[in-house]
């Protein structure tokens, strides 16, 4: 099994930043496929970045490219949100995801089989 933890979440101004991590357990080799996700109350969840970290290709949702980056650190199986320039609209509860099995396809079909509990970040105006 893979248990992942996000931490990082916090309340904070717009125009601040935060930084979210989320640290994954349970592997027998580092894993190259990562998400981060939010949710709002009344919304569907929606996908904010995705990286494969063996040809560095990342995904970002227009609505945080340019604000948000993301970024993986495979020694310590963890991965990062880097999120600047917040807004009130990136109020939500955050989410690290990974699929089961992590390969080339993954990027044209990305599949995300384990969750974590996510953290909440709330941007006031």
């Known amino acids: 099994q893979v248990q992942l933890v996000e931490s990082g979440g916090d309340s904070v101004q717009a125009g601040g930043s935060l930084r979210l991590s989320c640290a994954a357990s349970?592997?027998?080799?580092?894993?190259?496929?990562m998400g981060w996700f939010r949710q709002t109350p009344g919304k569907e969840r929606e996908g904010v970045a995705t990286?494969?970290?063996?040809?560095?290709?990342?995904y970002y949702a227009d609505s945080v490219k340019g604000r948000f980056t993301i970024s993986q650190d495979n020694a310590k199986n963890t991965v990062y949100l880097q999120m600047n320039s917040l807004k009130p609209e990136d109020t939500a509860m955050y989410y690290c995801?990974?699929?089961?099995?992590?390969?080339?396809?993954?990027?044209?079909?990305?599949?995300?089989?384990?969750w974590g509990q996510g953290t909440q970040v709330t941007v006031s105006s």
């Open positions: 995801a990974t699929p089961r099995y992590c390969n080339l396809d993954w990027v044209r079909i990305p599949r995300f089989d384990y």
């Open positions: 349970g592997y027998t080799v580092s894993s190259n496929c």
């Open positions: 990286i494969y970290t063996s040809l560095d290709i990342t």
